[in-house]
């Protein structure tokens, strides 16, 4: 079974860059789609961005200018940075397996908390 | 304002069928397949129903998925207190160089 952990720091400050990292174990991280998806406090969900396997990225118009996603194939991790953060990046922060046009995202991590302070 | 159209709440009484539609445009439902995720109260959301209407491994036959144009529908059958939880709908949107989109989810309520 695929299993999803997102790690790092839970309070960010205004201004600077949130960094978070999801670790993959149970499965390859090789020939699939990852993704980030944020829920902001009692909200619904956001998708962020997908990373492919060969190193293909694609962000949400809304995030595009702000979110970079790697990926880190021998440590089956894939990260996500996003700059310049305001408390409207306070969220739950979840990485997700799939987001190409075609597929779902089925399996999830439990979620990473992230506050942004001013 | 979510790019595709839930209804904020749905409820029912255990046993009943209950549906939760999902309303979009020619750019996403009408040209790509429909996802449906549950998010039981404190924990990530789970895939319900993929490509339209399939069910993964270990969905009851009770959840079921359908669509029709630019809208889908989510169904449950015989339902259950367990079923309390909110309910996306998700689908590719051609637009601005492809992206995913969420309807803003319905909380389901049984009586």
């Known amino acids: 079974q695929v299993q999803l952990q997102e790690s790092g720091p839970g309070l960010v400050k205004s201004s600077e860059t949130l960094s978070l990292t999801c670790s993959v174990s149970g499965g390859s991280i090789n020939f699939f789609y990852w993704s980030w998806i944020r829920q902001s406090p009692g909200k619904g969900l956001e998708w962020i961005g997908f990373?492919?396997?060969?190193?293909?990225?694609n962000y949400s118009p809304s995030l595009r200018s702000r979110a970079t996603m790697s990926l880190h194939t021998s440590k089956k991790q894939f990260s996500l940075k996003l700059t310049s953060v305001t408390a409207a990046d306070t969220a739950m922060y979840y990485c997700t397996r799939g987001g190409s046009g075609h597929d779902s995202f089925d399996f999830w991590g439990q979620g990473s908390l992230v506050t942004v302070s001013s | 304002q979510s790019v595709l159209t839930q209804p904020p709440s749905a409820s029912g009484i255990p046993g009943q069928r209950v549906t939760i539609s999902c309303s979009g445009s020619?750019?996403?439902?009408?040209?790509?397949?429909v996802n449906w995720y549950q998010q039981l109260p404190g924990t990530a959301p789970k895939l319900l129903i993929y490509?339209?209407?399939q069910r993964p491994s270990g969905v009851p036959d009770r959840f079921s998925g359908s669509k029709s144009g630019t809208s889908a529908s989510l169904a449950i059958s015989g339902l259950q207190s367990g079923d309390e939880a909110d309910y996306y709908c998700?689908?590719?949107?051609?637009?601005?160089?492809?992206?995913?989109?969420f309807g803003g989810g319905t909380k389901l309520a049984v009586l």
């Open positions: 490509g339209d209407s």
């Open positions: 020619s750019a996403n439902i009408g040209s790509n397949t």
């Open positions: 990373i492919s396997y060969s190193g293909v990225t």
């Open positions: 998700a689908a590719w949107d051609d637009n601005l160089d492809g992206h995913w989109v």
